[in-house]
């Protein structure tokens, strides 16, 4: 079996002028470009043309449509890198009915807390069914029964069960919902966003033309993003769909286990769009940059991106270094900003500029909320480094406001909002979260943190992770990215909030102890709470957390401070070694 070709030798490229996902997949289908699969080997799993996702489609919308199944009702489907998904979510979309996407498990003996988010999404959405890998059947039947509604639940076989019946067709069309995308609840509740076919194709629009990344005849895809994920399905799923391009995916377990397969791939069949989060770069650079193959060619990877968390300079750079001689091209990097209320993208750095830096002063930035350039930039104790992330979305408006609504001059740190046929129309069912986040005349507060730089927007953070201790704004990453530049701890494994102790705010940093014996817990709190003081001049406390039970992620894998805050008042973690 061999990969599909990257380019189609007949179909002319259209680039995301289409106004539904069905009829992108329809033109899509006559061309010779498709998805392929891979496992942690890199061995081809399966190559399935578009033509043959939309013949597959096609079959499953007639079993819903014969199954009673009516228009505009929701489908949950566990949104696993598999064709089943493609079968089911596309199938959704020429059934006329809208589906929602949700992770599979992730972490450690989280079958609990599993099978209460199915719950909650079932309850959020009022799906009426519930699909996805046979492993999570029973997941699957666990959730829904608590709900009537759901009339058909289980694997992918509970689908292909259900008799194919000779009725029409009914895709979704421009006015309709496409899906509802559960957002990563990195620091609140998880909500329904309702994307909508216009809002989407606005978005793919501006993310694939001149100030998005461009994409060109040839151009072929490379993920290993999670499909319940804002970034893996429209960036990596619907983005390239929209210019017919083809697309090769690794699981995110997959790639977790063996990274370097990613740009194996990438290597091998000339990949030339992929994205990640800085971590997925850390995580190939560490895994991978001390066996690099002799044939690695990077050469071919022209952008490469990166979003979906705080974007990490140091740790893009050190990857540019460990392949660099593999013909990656550092100036290929595309740092950008989004969210799922606005589809995916947001903002697009310029191509061929790489990564660019704003380094300003911790105290300005702390005390005056102004980005004042460091008088030294090598001054790690006043220095702080930011991502420049790009202009907005031609077609879009994004302004900085200070706590009175009043709109901030370039270097004055405020909370973003946007405006733009790419936002959302909406939370499902909950009109009163979407009027937190969304005005009358469609301003969404994005609740993130950030100053404008010559036209670009620089993200600072989270508004409600920050830490005010005496009157200083703290930013949780500083905190965080402080202990692990001392090795102290792994990247990822402390989380850093505060508390209300009623006398004022109260640093606490949680830290997986991948240590044993009380020594060396004791040693590991007493290090934590050194580099704290050192990095923000505050004390902190410090709760071990055992590496079975994990720092709770959001679905996209982010980090969820919030969820590790609250598990800290309820008292999960209860070990604080009392030299900390």
Not at 59 to 67: E, N
Not at 102 to 108: K, L, Y
Not at 232 to 251: R, V
Request: charged share 20%; net charge neutral; with cysteine.
């Amino acid at each position: 079996m061999d990969p599909l070709p990257s380019r189609n030798s007949q179909l002319a490229q259209r680039r995301a002028d289409f106004a539904s996902v069905p009829e992108m997949l329809d033109y899509a289908a006559q061309g010779q470009t498709g998805v392929s699969f891979y496992n942690a080997k890199g061995d081809l799993l399966s190559a399935i043309p578009w033509r043959e996702v939309r013949e597959r489609a096609h079959v499953t919308a007639r079993k819903l449509i014969g199954a009673g199944f009516a228009a505009g009702e929701r489908i949950l489907i566990t949104a696993d890198t598999w064709p089943g998904f493609f079968d089911s979510f596309f199938g959704a979309q020429y059934a006329g009915l809208v589906p929602v996407p949700v992770s599979i498990p992730v972490g450690i003996g989280g079958k609990d807390a599993y099978l209460d988010q199915l719950r909650r999404q079932l309850f959020a959405s009022g799906a009426v069914a519930a699909v996805g890998i046979d492993d999570l059947a029973g997941f699957l039947a666990d959730a829904a029964r608590e709900f009537p509604a759901v009339r058909l639940h289980g694997g992918k076989g509970a689908l292909d069960a259900l008799p194919e019946k000779a009725v029409d067709l009914r895709p979704l069309g421009p006015a309709d919902l496409s899906y509802i995308q559960f957002s990563s609840g990195s620091t609140r509740h998880p909500h329904g966003v309702q994307i909508s076919q216009r809002a989407l194709m606005a978005n793919l629009a501006g993310m694939t033309g001149p100030a998005g990344l461009d994409v060109v005849p040839g151009d072929r895809a490379v993920s290993w993003l999670p499909l319940y994920h804002d970034m893996g399905l429209i960036g990596f799923l619907m983005g390239p769909l929209s210019c017919q391009l083809a697309i090769d995916y690794l699981t995110p377990r997959d790639f977790a286990r063996r990274p370097m397969q990613w740009l194996n791939i990438i290597s091998r069949n000339r990949g030339s769009i992929s994205y990640s989060p800085s971590f997925g770069y850390d995580l190939s650079m560490r895994r991978g940059a001390m066996q690099v193959p002799a044939d690695l060619d990077l050469s071919c990877w022209r952008r490469a991106g990166i979003g979906g968390d705080m974007i990490r300079p140091e740790v893009l750079h050190r990857f540019a270094d460990a392949f660099e001689p593999s013909g990656f091209d550092r100036k290929a990097f595309i740092p950008s900003y989004g969210m799922a209320e606005v589809c995916l993208a947001i903002t697009f750095s310029p191509q061929g500029e790489g990564v660019r830096t704003d380094i300003v002063d911790r105290i300005a930035l702390a005390d005056q909320q102004r980005a004042v350039p460091a008088a030294d930039p090598r001054d790690g104790q006043r220095a702080r480094s930011f991502v420049l992330c790009g202009r907005v979305l031609p077609g879009h408006l994004l302004e900085v406001r200070d706590p009175d609504g009043k709109l901030l001059a370039d270097r004055e740190v405020g909370r973003i909002f946007i405006q733009g046929p790419s936002v959302m129309p909406g939370y499902f069912g909950e009109p009163e979260a979407t009027r937190e986040v969304l005005s009358d005349d469609g301003w969404l507060d994005t609740g993130d943190l950030g100053y404008w730089l010559n036209g670009e927007i620089v993200v600072t953070g989270r508004a409600k992770d920050l830490i005010i201790i005496n009157g200083r704004n703290v930013w949780p990453q500083d905190i965080e990215w402080a202990i692990e530049a001392k090795r102290i701890v792994k990247n990822g494994d402390a989380a850093a909030f505060s508390i209300d102790t009623g006398e004022g705010e109260r640093v606490v940093v949680a830290v997986l102890a991948r240590v044993s014996g009380e020594e060396a817990r004791v040693a590991l709190a007493r290090d934590v709470a050194g580099a704290v003081r050192e990095a923000i001049a505050v004390d902190c406390d410090v709760a071990l957390v055992p590496p079975t039970s994990g720092l709770p992620t959001t679905t996209s894998g982010k980090l969820s401070r919030a969820r590790t805050k609250a598990n800290y008042l309820a008292g999960l973690y209860t070990y604080k070694p009392a030299a900390a």
